[in-house]
């Protein structure tokens, strides 16, 4: 008799495992079963999931649509069209502009402005003229493009950590009931051990997702800044080509 009281004192105090051990791990029962602190940092891993997965949606819809228009309009610009018929279609207040064409306009507007406003300026007052409105739009181009990239970071980076704190409460649960259970036994804690780990794992499952989406988009803010910057610097080799005719 002395023999069965252990096994049925084990029994009673893993519901969760016992319940699961004929079909494999529940682990809807261990999160509801895992101790407040441990649940607590699920539901900030869980937030934090959702919304990296937020953020990646919105990137990859941002980023192709900038490669998109970058395409269409580099299609426009390179087939002969006159610049004057560009500026007019970037400006036409029907429709928002980004990307090379929000570049374009930005530059071709203040090379306009100075050329026809102030005659007095020379050509290359001109051209530099263009290349600062053009380098500032570019700026805030990319920064759209890289908005909320931080937050990817951040979560990837601090996740399994946030992760680990759970586990650790949950182990220091489970370890503190064991002062009141005069049969210490792996069986015991195993229950609260598993509750603690799965914060690790939701930690993990946040974090692996944001890394690798911060590492492709930052990769490709990296690629479609030099092609801004590539498109600036030939744009602005036409222009200096127009303020200079006769040395073309």
């Given amino acids: 008799m002395s023999h069965v009281l252990p096994i049925l004192a084990a029994a009673t105090a893993q519901p969760a495992v016992a319940e699961s051990a004929s079909g494999g791990l529940n682990y809807l029962q261990l999160i509801l079963h895992a101790s407040l602190p441990v649940q607590v940092v699920m539901l900030l891993l869980v937030a934090a999931s959702a919304l990296s997965w937020f953020i990646i949606f919105g990137k990859s819809k941002a980023f192709r649509a900038a490669h998109l228009e970058a395409n269409r309009f580099e299609e426009r610009f390179w ?30 507007r203040e090379f306009l402005r100075l050329r026809l406003q102030q005659a007095a300026v020379d050509a290359r007052t001109q051209v530099e003229g263009a290349q600062r409105a053009m380098r500032a739009t570019l700026a805030r181009e990319v920064d759209a493009l890289e908005h909320n990239l931080e937050l990817l970071a951040n979560v990837g980076s601090t996740a399994p950590y946030v992760g680990l704190v759970g586990t650790v409460f949950g182990i220091m649960v489970s370890f503190h009931g064991l002062a009141n259970n005069k049969q210490a036994t792996i069986a015991s804690v195993a229950p609260g051990i598993s509750e603690a780990l799965i914060a690790t794992a939701m930690g993990l499952f946040a974090a692996i997702p944001a890394v690798w989406a911060y590492n492709r988009y930052a990769s490709r803010s990296e690629r479609i800044s030099v092609r801004y910057e590539s498109f600036a610097e030939e744009f602005s080799s036409i222009l200096q080509r127009q303020t200079n005719p006769d040395r073309h």
């Fill in 79 to 108: 087939s002969g069209a006159e610049l004057n018929q560009l500026y007019r279609d970037a400006t036409d207040q029907s429709r928002e502009v980004s990307g090379l064409e929000a570049i374009f306009e930005a530059g071709y």
